[in-house]
C-alpha cells in the first residue's frame, strides 16, 4: 500500500481517536465551521431557489416581447418629473410599427383598468379589464384552455364579447359553462367567447384575475382619452430582441418626428429590465452571505489551529518517536493535514446536513423556494480542503521539523 494511504488511514484513525477524547473540545472548535458553512449554503440555497422561481415567472411572460410606453418601469429617484410631460403612446403609433416592423411578428396595444364583473347576482372586484386586439394571444401567451381568443373582426367591430381568465370563471360560474354567458361589466353586458389557461400569480399578482375585450370596445366603456396606451410587441426570434429594440426606437422616432438631437421621448422596455434589478438586490444577499460565513470560517479555522497546536504540543514524544524509526518530514506534515482536514470535515458535513434541514423548512413553511443543488457538495468539500489546509500548514509543518533527539527528551 503507498506510504501516503498508509498515512491518510492512520491520520483519520489518529484524528477520530482525538475528537472522541476531547469532545467538547471538538464540538467547540467546530462550531465556528458549522456556523459558517451552514450560514453560507442555506443563503445560497435560498437565493438558488429564487433565482429559479424567478426566472420561471419572468420567462412565462416571454423574453420575446418589448413593451413601448409613456414610463420607463425602472426610475431613480425624481426622473418622474422628467417623464410625466412625454405624449402618451397612441393606437396610430401602434399601427405605425406594425406595418413599418420588420421584426415584430405581432403588435399588440393595450389599455388597462380595474373593474367590478358581475353575473346573475355574483360578482367579482378588481379584476383587471384589458383592452386589446388579437395580436395579445401572441404578445402576451394568453393562450385559451377553453373556447377561443379574439379574432381581427371582433376588433375591427368593436364587438362586446370578453375572454376572462380561469379563477374569473371559477368564482363567478362555479360548475356552469361560462362559454356564451354575458358577464356585467361597468353597465354593459359583454358575451363570453373564451377562458384563459390558468397562469397564476406574478409579483402578488393574480394573473387569472382577468378580463380581455377588443380595444374599441374597451374604450367606447372607458373611455379613450387620459387612458394609458401600452404597445407590447412580440419579436420573430427571440435571439433579435436587441435588433428589434434598436428597430422599433427608429420607428418611433421618426413617426414623432423627433431630430437627432433630441432625446427619445418614450420609453421600449423588456422583461431583462427584472432580472438586472432583481440580479442587484440578490448581490446584497450574497455579500451577507460571503460576509458571515467568512467571519463564522475564520473564527473556526483559528480553533483547528489552535486545538493542532495543542495537539502537537501534547504528541512531541510520539513525533520524535516515529522520527527516530525512520518517518520523514513529509510523513509528520501529511499526518498532522489530514488530522485538520478531518475536523474540519466534521464541521462542513454538520453545517452541509443543517443547511439542507433549514433550507426545506423555509420552503415548506413560507413562500421562499429553496433548492439544494450537487455543486453545493463540492462546495463543501472546497471547505474542507482549504480551511483544513490554510489553517492546518503551520501546526503541521511546526510538528514536522521538530528535532527527534528533542522531541524523544519531552514529557
Same mark, same amino acid.
Given at each position: 500500500?503507498?506510504?501516503?494511504?498508509?498515512?491518510?488511514?492512520?491520520?483519520?484513525?489518529?484524528?477520530?481517536?482525538?475528537?472522541?477524547?476531547?469532545?467538547?473540545?471538538?464540538?467547540?472548535?467546530?462550531?465556528?465551521?458549522?456556523?459558517?458553512?451552514?450560514?453560507?449554503?442555506?443563503?445560497?440555497?435560498?437565493?438558488?431557489?429564487?433565482?429559479?422561481?424567478?426566472?420561471?415567472?419572468?420567462?412565462?411572460?416571454?423574453?420575446?416581447?418589448?413593451?413601448?410606453?409613456?414610463?420607463?418601469?425602472?426610475?431613480?429617484?425624481?426622473?418622474?418629473?422628467?417623464?410625466?410631460?412625454?405624449?402618451?403612446?397612441?393606437?396610430?403609433?401602434?399601427?405605425?410599427?406594425?406595418?413599418?416592423?420588420?421584426?415584430?411578428?405581432?403588435?399588440?396595444?393595450?389599455?388597462?383598468?380595474?373593474?367590478?364583473?358581475?353575473?346573475?347576482?355574483?360578482?367579482?372586484?378588481?379584476?383587471?379589464?384589458?383592452?386589446?386586439?388579437?395580436?395579445?394571444?401572441?404578445?402576451?401567451?394568453?393562450?385559451?384552455?377553453?373556447?377561443?381568443?379574439?379574432?381581427?373582426?371582433?376588433?375591427?367591430?368593436?364587438?362586446?364579447?370578453?375572454?376572462?381568465?380561469?379563477?374569473?370563471?371559477? +368564482?363567478?360560474?362555479?360548475?356552469?359553462?361560462?362559454?356564451?354567458?354575458?358577464?356585467?361589466?361597468?353597465?354593459?353586458?359583454?358575451?363570453?367567447?373564451?377562458?384563459?389557461?390558468?397562469?397564476?400569480?406574478?409579483?402578488?399578482?393574480?394573473?387569472?384575475?382577468?378580463?380581455?375585450?377588443?380595444?374599441?370596445?374597451?374604450?367606447?366603456?372607458?373611455?379613450?382619452?387620459?387612458?394609458?396606451?401600452?404597445?407590447?410587441?412580440?419579436?420573430?426570434?427571440?435571439?433579435?430582441?436587441?435588433?428589434?429594440?434598436?428597430?422599433?426606437?427608429?420607428?418611433?422616432?421618426?413617426?414623432?418626428?423627433?431630430?437627432?438631437?433630441?432625446?427619445?421621448?418614450?420609453?421600449?422596455?423588456?422583461?431583462?429590465?427584472?432580472?438586472?434589478?432583481?440580479?442587484?438586490?440578490?448581490?446584497?444577499?450574497?455579500?451577507?452571505?460571503?460576509?458571515?460565513?467568512?467571519?463564522?470560517?475564520?473564527?473556526?479555522?483559528?480553533?483547528?489551529?489552535?486545538?493542532?497546536?495543542?495537539?502537537?504540543?501534547?504528541?512531541?514524544?510520539?513525533?520524535?518517536?516515529?522520527?527516530?524509526?525512520?518517518?520523514?518530514?513529509?510523513?509528520?506534515?501529511?499526518?498532522?493535514?489530514?488530522?485538520?482536514?478531518?475536523?474540519?470535515?466534521?464541521?462542513?458535513?454538520?453545517?452541509?446536513?443543517?443547511?439542507?434541514?433549514?433550507? +426545506?423548512?423555509?420552503?415548506?413553511?413560507?413562500?421562499?423556494?429553496?433548492?439544494?443543488?450537487?455543486?453545493?457538495?463540492?462546495?463543501?468539500?472546497?471547505?474542507?480542503?482549504?480551511?483544513?489546509?490554510?489553517?492546518?500548514?503551520?501546526?503541521?509543518? +511546526?510538528?514536522?521539523?521538530?528535532?527527534?533527539?528533542?522531541?524523544?527528551?519531552?514529557?
Amino acid at each position: 500500500m503507498p506510504r501516503f494511504l498508509i498515512y491518510a488511514a492512520e491520520g483519520v484513525k489518529i484524528a477520530y481517536e482525538a475528537l472522541r477524547a476531547y469532545k467538547l473540545r471538538s464540538i467547540l472548535t467546530t462550531l465556528g465551521i458549522v456556523i459558517g458553512v451552514t450560514t453560507v449554503i442555506t443563503i445560497v440555497s435560498l437565493i438558488q431557489g429564487l433565482n429559479r422561481a424567478f426566472t420561471s415567472e419572468i420567462s412565462s411572460l416571454g423574453t420575446d416581447t418589448l413593451y413601448i410606453g409613456k414610463w420607463p418601469w425602472m426610475m431613480d429617484g425624481d426622473d418622474w418629473l422628467k417623464f410625466r410631460n412625454r405624449p402618451n403612446v397612441t393606437i396610430k403609433e401602434a399601427n405605425e410599427v406594425r406595418s413599418a416592423s420588420q421584426l415584430a411578428q405581432a403588435v399588440a396595444p393595450v389599455m388597462r383598468t380595474q373593474r367590478i364583473i358581475k353575473y346573475q347576482g355574483k360578482s367579482l372586484e378588481r379584476v383587471a379589464v384589458v383592452g386589446t386586439t388579437e395580436d395579445y394571444l401572441l404578445t402576451a401567451n394568453a393562450t385559451p384552455e377553453e373556447g377561443r381568443f379574439l379574432i381581427p373582426s371582433d376588433v375591427d367591430q368593436n364587438r362586446a364579447v370578453v375572454v376572462i381568465g380561469s379563477e374569473v370563471a371559477d +368564482k363567478l360560474f362555479e360548475k356552469e359553462d361560462p362559454i356564451g354567458k354575458r358577464v356585467s361589466i361597468a353597465g354593459r353586458k359583454f358575451r363570453v367567447i373564451g377562458i384563459l389557461e390558468k397562469r397564476g400569480t406574478m409579483f402578488d399578482n393574480n394573473l387569472d384575475i382577468l378580463a380581455i375585450m377588443p380595444i374599441g370596445a374597451f374604450q367606447s366603456v372607458f373611455g379613450a382619452t387620459r387612458r394609458r396606451i401600452e404597445i407590447q410587441v412580440k419579436v420573430v426570434n427571440p435571439a433579435m430582441v436587441e435588433e428589434a429594440e434598436y428597430e422599433l426606437t427608429g420607428i418611433m422616432r421618426r413617426v414623432r418626428g423627433l431630430p437627432a438631437i433630441k432625446e427619445n421621448n418614450f420609453a421600449i422596455n423588456k422583461q431583462s429590465m427584472f432580472l438586472d434589478m432583481y440580479n442587484k438586490l440578490t448581490r446584497v444577499l450574497w455579500a451577507v452571505a460571503i460576509g458571515v460565513g467568512a467571519i463564522s470560517l475564520l473564527v473556526g479555522g483559528i480553533g483547528i489551529m489552535n486545538i493542532m497546536l495543542v495537539s502537537v504540543t501534547e504528541r512531541t514524544r510520539e513525533i520524535g518517536i516515529r522520527k527516530a524509526i525512520g518517518a520523514r518530514k513529509t510523513d509528520i506534515l501529511w499526518q498532522f493535514l489530514i488530522e485538520s482536514m478531518m475536523i474540519c470535515g466534521l464541521g462542513v458535513v454538520i453545517g452541509i446536513g443543517l443547511a439542507v434541514g433549514l433550507a +426545506k423548512l423555509v420552503a415548506a413553511t413560507t413562500p421562499l423556494p429553496a433548492a439544494i443543488t450537487l455543486w453545493v457538495v463540492f462546495l463543501g468539500l472546497a471547505f474542507v480542503v482549504g480551511i483544513g489546509v490554510f489553517f492546518g500548514i503551520y501546526p503541521a509543518s +511546526k510538528a514536522a521539523k521538530l528535532n527527534p533527539i528533542e522531541a524523544l527528551r519531552y514529557e
